[in-house]
């Protein structure tokens, strides 16, 4: 194939950030009182009883600290914005790929005190497009990540319960310190 005749993009790449939660896990973890991030069109089934959409910007909108959050971010550069206010709310559950190099995830799971729990899923989910159709296997693993106490216990009621499948890590009060050792450590590699 000569130079010219590359196809510049591939017709199958999409552009949307609508992959919709399967429906059977927020059954399993819910109920929600806000998902801040929903599809400007609707969906077919609800996240939680208050569902924002671009148009009400999930993301500017103060996040009451009482309204227990489901959290599906629109994948692009503004994760980090997303993951930061999810962490420093403190209140919810945040599903993402288990993207764990990611400056954003060592900020806002790793090293953020509010982080009680990471559910890592035993096979990839199933996501579905603005109009409910279940697609393929997603391209990567996700990980739940429960801010504070309730979320946690949510988590561990899913996990008894067996509404989901996989790994779930508790994370002790101790975190930071596990942080801090790890970062010492780091910071002699890099002087010796
Ligand atoms: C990955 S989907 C998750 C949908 C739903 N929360 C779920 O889990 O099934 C993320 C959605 O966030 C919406 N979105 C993007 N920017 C937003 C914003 N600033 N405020 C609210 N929603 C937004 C997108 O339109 C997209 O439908």
Redesign the pocket.
């Known amino acids: 194939m000569s130079a010219l005749t590359v196809p510049l993009r591939n017709p199958n790449a999409t552009t949307t950030?609508?992959?919709?939660?399967p429906r059977s896990l927020i059954e399993a973890l819910g109920p929600f009182d806000l998902?801040?991030?929903?599809?400007?069109s609707g969906?077919p089934w609800r996240?939680a009883t208050r569902m924002?959409?671009?148009s009400?910007?999930?993301?500017t909108t103060p996040w009451p600290k009482e309204s227990f959050v489901f959290h599906?971010?629109?994948y692009g550069k503004g994760m980090g914005e997303w993951m930061a206010k999810a962490a420093q709310h403190g209140n919810g559950i945040t599903l993402i790929f288990a993207r764990t190099e990611t400056g954003y995830f060592h900020q806002n799971v790793f090293r953020h005190p509010n982080t009680t729990a990471i559910f890592f899923f035993a096979s990839r989910l199933k996501f579905s497009d603005a109009d409910g159709l279940e697609k393929n296997a997603a391209v990567s693993p996700s990980v739940a990540i429960a801010y504070g106490e309730k979320a946690r216990g949510r988590l561990v009621a899913a996990v008894n319960a067996g509404t989901i499948e996989g790994r779930l890590i508790l994370l002790g009060t101790d975190q930071a310190g596990v942080w801090q050792k790890g970062a010492k450590s780091r910071s002699r590699k890099k002087a010796a």
Do not use: F, I
Request: hydrophobic residues 25%; aromatic residues 4%; negative net charge.
């Open positions: 950030t609508t992959w919709l939660t998902d801040p991030a929903t599809p400007e969906m996240t924002l959409r671009p009400d910007n999930g993301l599906n971010p629109p």
